[in-house]
């Protein structure tokens, strides 16, 4: 069993942190800290730590926001710490700072935010400042969307996300996203690939509330579109494209209809364990006297436990076939239990969506093993 991240997040990290401070703010009671901020600290998951620390250094550092504000800042790295593992963890307690004592300090606030997600990330502190100091955050956002550094960038887009996982929805934003769109034109074609995935993330999101406006707004910006920006509108598209919607199959030039047919398929193994792996294959034809483009993926119905099923689909490729040509498309489901699903023994019915138009493949029964009864 993987060890706890909560566990590389412990008591070293206090003293580490402590040390730091020290060095920047020789009046700091180290050892008072420690042991203030160690207190009730093992019970704790992952972020009550952050806060944790980050509450008992608002009792040891100046009651000045400002001046606490220079003391964490002193402490930073010049340079973001490196993607992977729990290193740039360590600075979760300085961005929990500025959440949980920033808002009546705007200037402040901002000025750590920007120099945090330079070294983590500072999208969960900034959204209490969109939903209490909305205007002025925005207007701060406006700037940022032309930093010279891309994380600052990328926080714009992040930070105002309505459905920023693990974290609380932005209503005002969920209920109309014109504020945060305005934003987002602003970034469309930035040089940066880590700021386009935000946005189109960012668009993606605002599709499960504004479906209509996504297609808007992701139409207008195929027009004259580079590459880039291209795969922005397809990666913003693709929970609607999953779903077979028409208009946003328009929008990056399908069909809403699919000429393409099956000519052979087969599930392999038809019987599977729990936990053992299942392979599709179809062969795919067009038989037609012109050249067919298709979005083709695969729906699978997972047996829950209370013995219904829920579709997933999973993404096959997007084909072009000229007339009389055919393809093999292969993938292989794992039945392996992970965070995000859990499997139970029953019949997995399959099918193919081509273009929005869904064809069953058949299904495949998921069983029991000895050890599992």
Do not use: C
């Amino acid at each position: 069993m993987a060890e706890p991240l909560k566990n590389q997040f412990g008591a070293p990290v206090v003293r580490r942190l402590a040390d730091e401070i020290a060095a920047a703010y020789p009046q700091f009671d180290r050892r008072t800290f420690v042991r203030d901020a160690l207190h009730g600290f093992s019970a704790m998951e992952l972020l009550d730590r952050g806060r944790h620390i980050a509450r008992a250094l608002r009792r040891h550092l100046p009651v000045d926001f400002g001046k606490a504000i220079d003391i964490l800042l002193a402490t930073l790295p010049a340079e973001k710490v490196p993607a992977g593992g729990m290193a740039s963890f360590y600075y979760l307690p300085h961005t929990e700072f500025v959440r949980l004592f920033g808002v009546d300090h705007f200037a402040d606030s901002m000025r750590a935010l920007h120099a945090l997600t330079q070294v983590f990330t500072s999208e969960f502190a900034l959204r209490p400042f969109l939903e209490s100091r909305t205007k002025a955050t925005m207007a701060q956002l406006s700037k940022w969307t032309r930093d010279p550094t891309e994380h600052v960038r990328r926080l714009v887009s992040e930070g105002t996300r309505p459905r920023l996982p693990w974290a609380p929805r932005l209503h005002v934003f969920a209920d109309d996203p014109s504020p945060v769109l305005a934003l987002l034109e602003r970034l469309k074609d930035d040089p940066s690939l880590y700021v386009r995935r935000s946005v189109a993330n960012h668009l993606n999101d605002i599709g499960k509330d504004h479906p209509d406006r996504l297609i808007d707004v992701t139409g207008r910006w195929m027009k004259n579109a580079s590459a880039e920006r291209r795969w922005i509108v397809a990666h913003a598209l693709r929970s609607s494209v999953k779903k077979g919607n028409p208009a946003a199959l328009a929008v990056l030039g399908f069909a809403s209809t699919s000429a393409l047919r099956v000519v052979a398929r087969s599930l392999t193994p038809a019987k599977v364990p729990l936990g053992g792996k299942v392979t599709v294959t179809v062969s795919l034809a067009n038989p037609t006297k012109h050249t067919q483009r298709a979005v083709v993926d695969l729906i699978v119905h997972f047996v829950k436990a209370n013995a219904g099923t829920a579709p997933k689909v999973f993404k096959l490729s997007n084909v072009e076939l000229a007339p009389g040509q055919q393809i093999v498309l292969r993938k292989t489901i794992s039945l392996a239990d992970m965070t995000t699903r859990k499997h139970y023994p029953g019949r997995h019915r399959v099918e193919l969506q081509s273009n929005g138009v869904i064809e069953p493949l058949g299904h495949f029964e998921v069983q029991r093993t000895t050890r599992d009864k």
